[in-house]
């Protein structure tokens, strides 16, 4: 059967996204727009992972945890999990890699953590979108440890895109595009919308759909993996 998805959209713990991304908007936005599976990725960060699954134990949605890692190469991997705690795990284990540095809130945004009712109750302190201090060949080694899905993430984009990378994958890449295919890689290519804005979040097209036995991340990791 198949089902509608959006794997790459942005909380606001991410600075670059509208104050409007919150958990319970995201996942009512989802609803409306006819979404069964979605995930969402902020930037080299998975302190509102917890949150959001609990959310989404009131929709009807596939919720698969996710993040954004932007690699020492400067490119953006999107990195998915089987279950929040392996992400929150993957999570401590990109902290040294991270760099610490304060930031202007007032040029870069606010990175809010929220409860389960959207209030902000507290603030990452350091500017979440820096590239991290890991090469994506150690990035690969450290997801070796967890059942995961890496998807390179905005092909079609002039910067931050992972193009030269696909091959190191040493097996057949998922390939993420936002607008349009750029080339014609072998590859299994994934539709998304990288959304900051809440109107973003993808509408449920033929381009953003998956075939799966069962709507369960089971099956998601199946297909996604060739397994």
């Given at each position: 059967?198949?089902?509608a998805?959006?794997?790459?959209?942005?909380s606001?713990?991410?600075p670059?996204?509208?104050v409007?991304?919150t958990?319970h908007?995201?996942?009512?936005?989802?609803?409306?727009k006819?979404?069964d599976?979605i995930?969402?990725t902020d930037?080299n960060?998975?302190?509102?992972l917890?949150?959001l699954?609990?959310?989404?134990?009131?929709?009807?949605?596939?919720?698969?945890?996710g993040?954004?890692?932007?690699v020492?190469?400067?490119?953006?991997?999107?990195?998915?999990f089987?279950?929040?705690?392996?992400a929150l795990?993957?999570d401590?284990?990109l902290?040294?890699y991270?760099?610490?540095?304060?930031?202007d809130?007032?040029?870069?945004?606010m990175?809010?953590?929220?409860?389960?009712?959207?209030e902000?109750?507290?603030?990452y302190p350091y500017?979440?979108?820096?590239k991290?201090?890991?090469?994506f060949?150690s990035l690969l080694?450290?997801?070796?440890s967890f059942?995961?899905?890496?998807?390179?993430?905005?092909i079609d984009?002039p910067?931050?895109?992972g193009?030269a990378?696909?091959?190191?994958?040493?097996?057949k890449a998922?390939?993420?595009?936002?607008?349009?295919?750029?080339?014609?890689?072998d590859?299994?290519?994934?539709?998304n919308?990288?959304?900051?804005?809440?109107v973003?979040?993808?509408e449920?097209?033929?381009?953003n759909m998956?075939?799966?036995?069962?709507?369960?991340?089971?099956?998601?990791?199946?297909?996604?993996n060739d397994?």
């Amino acid at each position: 059967m198949k089902y509608a998805y959006d794997l790459h959209i942005h909380s606001v713990l991410s600075p670059c996204a509208d104050v409007l991304m919150t958990p319970h908007n995201i996942f009512n936005m989802a609803n409306i727009k006819g979404l069964d599976i979605i995930a969402v990725t902020d930037h080299n960060s998975c302190l509102q992972l917890k949150v959001l699954e609990e959310i989404s134990k009131s929709y009807d949605i596939l919720y698969i945890p996710g993040i954004e890692v932007t690699v020492k190469e400067d490119f953006d991997v999107l990195c998915y999990f089987k279950t929040v705690d392996d992400a929150l795990r993957f999570d401590q284990l990109l902290e040294p890699y991270k760099r610490k540095e304060t930031y202007d809130q007032d040029l870069y945004g606010m990175q809010e953590i929220t409860n389960i009712y959207d209030e902000v109750i507290d603030l990452y302190p350091y500017l979440l979108t820096n590239k991290l201090d890991i090469t994506f060949e150690s990035l690969l080694d450290l997801l070796k440890s967890f059942e995961h899905i890496i998807i390179y993430a905005h092909i079609d984009r002039p910067f931050r895109s992972g193009i030269a990378y696909v091959d190191k994958t040493r097996n057949k890449a998922i390939i993420e595009y936002k607008h349009k295919k750029p080339c014609d890689i072998d590859a299994k290519w994934i539709h998304n919308s990288d959304a900051h804005q809440i109107v973003d979040i993808l509408e449920r097209t033929e381009k953003n759909m998956i075939d799966l036995e069962h709507l369960d991340i089971d099956c998601f990791f199946k297909v996604l993996n060739d397994e």
